[in-house]
């Protein structure tokens, strides 16, 4: 997405490791920063979202950590089973007068039984 | 089933042709957000509509265009089709700052 830098654009883990996504944006304004999985031939789905008054959210083996003062949040997978392989999108709506959900290119996370 | 409904699933064309793809919000949801996914790409954004106006624009070409109409459904409509539009557009709805819901897409292949 033209706002949101992701990294790495793939990651390979074996079963029960743990996977980490980065991204980074520039609008200050941003407030609200989502994650989607999408499996192959799918629709994008909110897996987790977290606003920008929240250091850290959690649900289950996912969680999301966002550092407002460096413009970046993170994607934590843990425990990563065959059925996290997807891509996966981290998304920066900008609020203030610009109004744009946008994406990052995102990462193809494969895990190896 | 994310209540949001794209149609047509599948578009075939020729170049130079023009396509309008449809899609219907779900129940409630003000904002329509399209966006272009071409094969290896990320999701691009290309406009938003909230509650029947263009709120946001992203890298959408001059031979694309959009609205949304009183009833909030929102119609994408591509001219002049070229070889390099073939790609998977998705609508997607929502309230803002919340959770996007996205549609199935409709994929649309310009031969």
């Known amino acids: 997405g033209e706002n949101v830098e992701q990294h790495p654009s793939t990651l390979s883990v074996q079963e029960g490791d743990s996977a980490v996504i980065k991204c980074t944006y520039s609008?200050?304004?941003?407030?609200?920063f989502p994650w989607y999985k999408q499996e192959l031939g799918k629709r994008p789905q909110l897996i987790i979202d977290i606003r920008s008054n929240v250091g850290e959210k959690k649900d289950q083996r996912i969680a999301v950590t966002l550092n407002k003062t460096a413009k970046h949040f993170s994607l934590h997978i843990t425990e990563t089973q065959p059925e996290d392989s997807a891509v996966y999108f981290c998304g920066d709506y900008s609020g203030g007068s610009n109004y744009k959900l946008t994406f990052g290119k995102g990462t193809l996370l494969t895990v190896n039984p | 089933d994310s209540g949001v409904t794209q149609t047509p699933k599948h578009l075939i064309t020729a170049t130079g042709q023009r396509v309008t793809l449809r899609c219907s919000p779900r129940s409630g949801d003000l904002s329509v957000y399209w966006y272009q996914q071409s094969l290896d790409q990320g999701l691009q954004f290309l406009i938003q509509y909230y509650n029947g106006e263009e709120r946001a624009k992203g890298n959408i070409l001059e031979r694309f265009s959009a609205q949304q109409f009183p009833d909030l459904h929102s119609e994408l409509n591509l001219s002049s089709l070229e070889l390099g539009d073939s790609a998977l557009y998705f609508c997607?709805?929502?309230?803002?700052?919340?959770?996007?819901?996205f549609g199935q897409g409709t994929r649309l292949t310009v031969v």
């Open positions: 997607a709805s929502g309230s803002g700052n919340t959770e996007a819901f």
């Open positions: 609008d200050s304004a941003s407030n609200y």
